[in-house]
């Protein structure tokens, strides 16, 4: 029974890195941009989401009302600004731009925080739980977090599929010249992509503020975790981007079970069987209507 | 006054030099075919009405408009659309859905799916199919039906017959009239010397990026067309 709890708890935490790996799948899906900031930047929204629940006392989900907004324009600007001039040059140039972009928001991070660990206080939800059987309990709150990540996985796929920018969005990252032949401006879709990527960012970085006590360092095991939740799944391809936090998630509590201390490790371990065997993730690319 | 001029146009990649001193004018209705052998031009012509490529000299205007600067994106709502060499379907999206994306600009006029699905019947029976499983048939059928979505004033048409059996290009050009019928003007480039001279009503024929001959087909030798598109 233990090892079903493993399994059932893995599977939730699973949710919370496909809610952070969301915006990272969509940006490469979409551009092919591997974005290195992303895990700092769910940091300034755990951050920016536990400010606004200290000053003002709101409800940390109703944070979520200006922090998504707030992270969706920074997106934007982002992606109008440095983004699309580093998308224009060599291949390097937006790992380079996005791994700098990564390093100063920890630094300013630091300076305006301290290394101190920090938590956004969600008073008696953070303990609450739901017995299942009588071996097994799932915590409400991370309940709440895996429902949101599906939530956002579906909405995003449809969004893709069914939508007129979506679908010119799926156009623009097949063929971005044939895409310009159509009237399709790629600088307004790439900004529109980063400024949903970076909203739903800051939609993850406030629930892993509420689950987890967070620093300004803790962007960079947010990126691995989302990243290879990305790889795992399948560059490109939403669902599998679900699978692939899913999968992450049960590796390693599954593996905290057997290997009290070695549960992250396992999470790597399968992360690097997949590269090694199947390099195009579980689930390759098919998105279509 | 014509819907399209091009003065004195040249065009480079790089340091290499692919149009030298071309003009070309068209009036609105007309079907125009730029002949010629490979490498001589024509390709680099419709990219540089489309935006993709820019004349270091010369000038190209549409409807009287200077359009040299304006990016490509912006020449599809003025009412320019490319059908590209290769098609360029989108392959992750089904057939139906690269026309859709043609119709991006919303400019009004005569084609949708279902007046595109008469022209072009072979389109109907498989617009659920994905562009990269379609055949090269299908993926110029709907290239060009693509294109129509934005319900051009002028189409471009880059090399349709290329790598087609010759069945499938009878196929795919006895669309044209229908196009031509809605008053677009069509700009055709073609290897195929034989089916351009059929749709026109003018032929230009390139040599190494220099306008060698022009005039109309009833009136041009198959002498004359031949040395001018071998250049002997």
């Known amino acids: 029974m233990q090892w079903a709890n493993a399994v059932v708890q893995g599977v939730i935490l ?97 300076e ?24 097994i309990a799932v915590g409400v709150f991370p309940l709440i977090t895996f429902i949101v990540g599906v ?22 990252s097949d063929d971005r010249e044939a895409a310009a032949l159509m009237g399709i401006d790629h600088r307004n879709l790439y900004a529109l992509a980063t400024a949903i990527a970076i909203g739903l960012v800051g939609l993850a970085g406030v629930f892993l503020g509420v689950r987890t006590q967070f620093n300004p360092t803790f962007g960079d095991v947010t990126l691995i975790f989302a990243f290879e939740a990305v790889i795992i799944g399948g560059l490109g391809s939403l669902w599998g981007t679900l699978w692939g936090g899913i999968i992450l998630g049960v590796a390693q509590v599954v593996g905290a079970q057997a290997f009290p201390s070695s549960g992250v490790l396992l999470g790597h371990i399968v992360f690097l069987l997949v590269l090694a065997f199947r390099p195009t993730g579980l689930f390759p690319k098919v998105v279509n209507g | 006054m014509a819907l399209l001029e091009i003065e004195n146009i040249d065009v480079f990649y790089g340091d290499v030099q692919a149009i ?54 912006r020449r599809v709502p003025l009412g320019i659309a490319l059908t590209p060499e290769g098609r360029r379907i989108f392959p992750s999206l089904t057939l139906e859905e690269n026309l859709l994306v043609g119709a991006h600009t919303k400019r009004s006029g005569y084609w949708n799916l279902s007046t595109l699905y008469e022209t072009f019947p072979l389109l109907a029976d498989r617009k659920s199919r994905l562009g990269t499983n379609a055949s090269g048939g299908e993926q110029q059928a709907a290239a060009i039906a693509r294109a129509l979505m934005s319900n051009p004033r002028i189409l471009l048409l880059d090399e349709v017959s290329l790598g087609l059996a010759p ?17 677009t003007t069509v700009l055709v480039v073609e290897q195929d010397v034989n089916q351009a001279m059929k749709v026109s009503d003018r032929v230009q024929c390139l040599l190494d990026g220099r306008t060698v001959l022009e005039g109309k087909p009833s009136e041009l030798s198959r002498e004359r067309i031949a040395s001018a598109f071998f250049g002997i």
């Open chain 1, 14 to 110: 699973g949710g919370l890195y496909a809610l952070l790996a969301a915006g990272l799948s969509l940006m490469f899906g979409v551009m092919r941009l591997v974005n290195l900031a992303h895990g700092a930047l769910a940091i300034v929204a755990a951050y920016l989401g536990m400010v606004l629940v200290n000053k003002t006392g709101l409800p940390p989900f109703a944070t979520l009302l200006i922090v998504v907004p707030v992270m969706a324009l920074v997106g934007w600007v982002l992606q109008r600004t440095l983004l699309n001039t580093a998308l224009n040059r060599q291949s390097l140039a937006p790992i380079l731009v996005t791994f700098g972009l990564a390093v100063i928001i920890q630094n300013l991070l630091l």
């Open chain 2, 167 to 183: 069945v499938v290009v009878e196929q795919i050009y006895a669309a044209l009239p229908a196009i031509v019928e809605q008053g």
């Open chain 1, 151 to 172: 939530l956002v996985i579906a909405g995003l796929q449809l969004y893709l599929a069914k939508t007129t920018t979506g679908r010119a969005m799926r156009a623009t």
């Open chain 1, 112 to 135: 305006i925080f301290t290394a101190d660990n920090q938590s956004i206080d969600v008073g008696s939800l953070a303990g609450a739980s739901i017995q299942i059987t009588p071996d």
């Open chain 2, 20 to 73: 030298f001193d071309v003009s070309l004018s068209i009036e609105e209705g007309q079907t125009l075919a730029v002949i010629g052998a490979n490498g001589a031009g024509k390709s680099t012509l419709l990219k540089s009405i489309a935006g993709l490529c820019t004349p270091a000299t010369g000038e190209i205007r549409f409807n009287g408009e200077r359009i040299n600067d304006v990016p490509p994106h």
